[in-house]
């Protein structure tokens, strides 16, 4: 490169003179010709785009809100490959399956995210103004590493049925099974602008060698990543091919009876609509239906539930739970807590915060480190808990796509904060080999759908 290029000069140069990455093959329809945007229309903000080089640039400009340059045609089922660079760190991502609406004037539907800044969640999966993240990078162990900023990156994405996977520089990052939206446009986000950042203004994203199949199309082999299946109770092959079952029919109350009981409690559950649902009662532990059990024990698992709070709840998922504890109250297990936060005296109480929501309850309070609560939590919305209970002791706690809590079953640091809870006149506390599921009533409303469980 010439030593008189400089900033945006040398910039262009870099993308006139790097060649296409290498992209699958297959019957692939260009949905850019290199020269214009035939074909694209601007919908929503003003950011402007324009070709340069063979790619589309898109820049940041101050007040405008989120901009989109979309296809005039929809699509349902695909697989898209394309290159993205950029010149500076600005959010931005790829609209799917969208729409706009003339209601609001906005962009709706699947975004795979573009996310160059320290969070790094490049490759995961959004739902634009609606219902928020699915799949955050934090998800997939090798999202951190894989985009590189001022490089062209290949991103690919399947959208096939309601399965939606995402691929960076040929590394799966995100599986999302959903079926709200089943066709749309295809569309490049340029981000709008925080008024307190008015030095992101002028940043840009390129794309180029953007093409897409919507025949014969042959989904990539399956791949170990996390599946978030948001289709209430349904369980997908791919879950099956994992080892992932139904914890919870969605219809019956098989698999489950009341803690120290042998059938289901009569009163303070019910199921409707597909979900399984604590009554509220006076707000005391199990004092009403009483806690439930899965009849079956675990070891090492993982399971994976959605929740719904309503104003001032207060719930728990309990595991390890083995009965043999005398209580008047709830039965003694380890415990992700769900509250209420904002709206719940416990969630003062106890220590730095370890009975709040995604907590280890009176244990571990949840990672509050800057950018570890990028999802949050939203009363009255459902939200999602897994919890990963490892052979080794090792236990995690995930809430809406973050890793908050994260222990060893047994170790110094929990042996003694087990002698410093409410927890230590219980000998051999959270220690147990196996143990059953508990789902908490504290005589608040609380709904539950989706549990599922795989062993490890």
Request: charged share 25%; aromatic share 10%.
């Amino acid at each position: 490169m010439r030593k008189t290029l400089r900033g945006v000069h040398a910039f262009v140069f870099a993308l006139a003179t790097v060649a296409p990455l290498a992209l699958s093959a297959g019957p692939w329809e260009p949905l850019f010709n290199g020269r214009d945007l035939s074909g694209w229309k601007q919908v929503n903000g003003t950011a402007p785009y324009k070709v340069v080089d063979g790619a589309i640039m898109g820049t940041t400009v101050p007040g405008s809100p989120n901009s989109f340059l979309a296809t005039e045609k929809l699509y349902g089922d695909f697989i898209l490959e394309l290159e993205v660079m950029q010149d500076a760190p600005s959010n931005s991502g790829i609209q799917f399956r969208s729409e706009c609406r003339a209601s609001d004037g906005r962009v709706h539907g699947y975004q795979m995210e573009i996310d160059p800044t320290p969070r790094a969640w490049t490759g995961g999966i959004y739902d634009e103004a609606r219902r928020g993240w699915f799949y955050t990078g934090a998800m997939s162990h090798a999202a951190r590493d894989l985009y590189k900023l001022n490089q062209w990156n290949r991103v690919r994405i399947e959208a096939i049925g309601p399965s939606i996977r995402t691929w960076i520089n040929g590394e799966p990052v995100a599986h999302v099974i959903d079926d709200m939206d089943a066709r749309g446009f295809i569309a490049l986000q340029i981000h709008s602008i925080s008024k307190k950042k008015p030095e992101e203004a002028g940043r840009r994203v390129f794309w180029r060698n953007i093409r897409i199949q919507t025949t014969d199309l042959k989904p990539s082999p399956a791949d170990s990543l996390f599946i978030r299946n948001v289709i209430a109770n349904n369980l997908a092959d791919a879950e099956r091919a994992q080892g992932w079952k139904l914890l919870w029919d969605g219809r019956t109350t098989a698999g489950w009876r009341g803690a120290g009981k042998k059938a289901f409690p009569e009163k303070g559950w019910r199921i409707e609509n597909g979900e399984l649902v604590v009554q509220k009662s006076d707000g005391r532990e199990s004092q009403n239906g009483g806690d439930i059990v899965t009849e079956a024990e675990y070891a090492a698992f993982e399971v994976a539930l959605e929740f719904k709070l309503t104003k001032g709840a207060n719930s728990g998922i309990k595991y390890y739970v083995t009965e043999k504890y005398v209580t008047k109250g709830s039965a003694i297990g380890l415990e992700f807590q769900l509250l209420d936060d904002a709206n719940h005296p416990d969630a003062k109480l106890g220590a730095a915060g370890n009975r709040q929501l995604g907590s280890l309850y009176d244990l571990i309070p949840i990672n509050r480190m800057p950018g570890s609560l990028g999802v949050k939590p939203r009363l009255g919305e459902w939200q999602h808990a897994r919890i990963i209970s490892r052979a080794d002791g090792t236990v995690e706690h995930w809430l809406n796509g973050i890793k908050v809590v994260e222990y060893t079953r047994g170790s110094p640091l929990f042996m003694a904060l087990v002698e410093r809870s409410k927890y230590n006149k219980h000998e051999g506390f959270g220690l147990a080999k196996s143990g059953r599921i508990l789902l908490q009533d504290h005589g608040d409303e609380v709904r539950f759908r989706s549990i599922k469980l795989r062993e490890l």
